[in-house]
């Protein structure tokens, strides 16, 4: 699989509350974690079962080499994961002692990432996932790529941004599958509230294999040519949903990878991110195919 998208280091305040403007406020503690939703994405494919080629760009720096060793670690093919003088992307966030959170994220590094930093050869018939962390026109070239050499484009459209443009409208042209969540379905389809997720994701999955949309506890709705269907979510003690969306399009790549059917797939991501949700963390709480097979098989 090619993974083309984000890595940022997450920087983590905890602090009782969140300064106001002009305050200045003592924190409690801090910690760095590696993020971004394509090293997280990448993370989760691998860890699903597939090799993963991940291509995006760091700084030359230190959380550049901390992000770097992180994919490593998980056997991520990182060949194509370039390196900028731009300083590597980060995301700062303070968590409130009530929970609440405030995030500013700088991509700095990411948005570096030029169609120059994509491999050369893609592997016939592979799957690619890209999110819109990264310059469109970069993931637009990989996705002409990889449907030249016969693959299949998921494009998990978070943020949607840049897809009014012609650029945008060339990728979504070249996606195979859209995989969103219920905000960004709302956005892709120019309403204010979802209304039936179902016809949403039948309306997004005109003139492509397929369109699949993420509840959250909810599960998710699929739709393809052949038909649509809903998934409940798993029942499970949630702790921390952070990544599960993440979780969810690792799984879910992995398994259509593997020749699965768009529904064996989303059974397959959707256990994926249960399993996220029983654990703390992002990169941390991504669980491994045995795990998944496993819950499956309960
Ligand atoms: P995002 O984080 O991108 O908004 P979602 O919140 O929709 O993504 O979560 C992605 C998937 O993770 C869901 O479709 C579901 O399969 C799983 N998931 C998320 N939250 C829970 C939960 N509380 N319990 C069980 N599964 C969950």
């Given at each position: 699989m090619l993974v083309i998208g984000s890595a940022n280091m997450d920087i983590v305040v905890r602090a009782l509350r969140a300064p106001a403007a002009g305050e200045t406020v003592m924190g409690l503690d801090y910690a760095l974690y590696p993020g971004g939703k394509g090293a997280n994405q990448a993370v989760a494919a691998r860890r699903a079962g597939s090799y993963v080629q991940f291509c995006g760009c760091l700084g030359r720096d230190a959380y550049g080499e901390a992000l770097r060793a992180a994919l490593l670690a998980d056997q991520v093919?990182?060949?194509?994961l370039g390196v900028s003088e731009t300083p590597s992307g980060v995301a700062l966030i303070t968590v409130e002692d009530s929970g609440e959170n405030r995030i500013i994220v700088v991509p700095g590094a990411n948005y570096a990432?030029?169609?120059?930093?994509?491999?050369e050869i893609v592997r016939p018939g592979t799957v690619m996932l890209a999110q819109l962390e990264v310059p469109i026109e970069t993931v637009l070239n990989g996705a002409a790529k990889v449907r030249s050499a016969g693959g299949t484009v998921v494009l998990?459209?978070?943020?949607?941004?840049?897809?009014?443009t012609a650029s945008g409208a060339a990728l979504l042209a070249a996606t195979d599958v859209l995989l969103v969540n219920e905000t960004e379905a709302a956005m892709l389809l120019d309403v204010a509230e979802l209304p039936a997720p179902a016809a949403a994701a039948q309306r997004l999955a005109q003139g492509r294999r397929a369109a699949v949309i993420t509840l959250g506890s909810d599960g998710v709705v699929w739709a393809e040519q052949a038909g649509c269907g809903h998934i409940p979510a798993h029942h499970v003690e949630a702790v921390d949903t952070t990544a599960c969306g993440d979780a969810f399009a690792g799984g879910f790549a992995a398994a259509l990878e593997a020749g699965k059917t768009v529904e064996q797939a989303v059974r397959f991501g959707n256990a994926a991110g249960a399993l996220t949700a029983?654990?703390?963390?992002?990169q941390p709480s991504l669980p491994q195919r045995g795990d998944i097979v496993a819950f499956l098989e309960r």
């Open positions: 093919d990182v060949c194509a990432l030029k169609p120059e930093g994509l491999p998990n459209a978070s943020p949607v941004t840049g897809l009014s029983t654990k703390p963390g992002a």
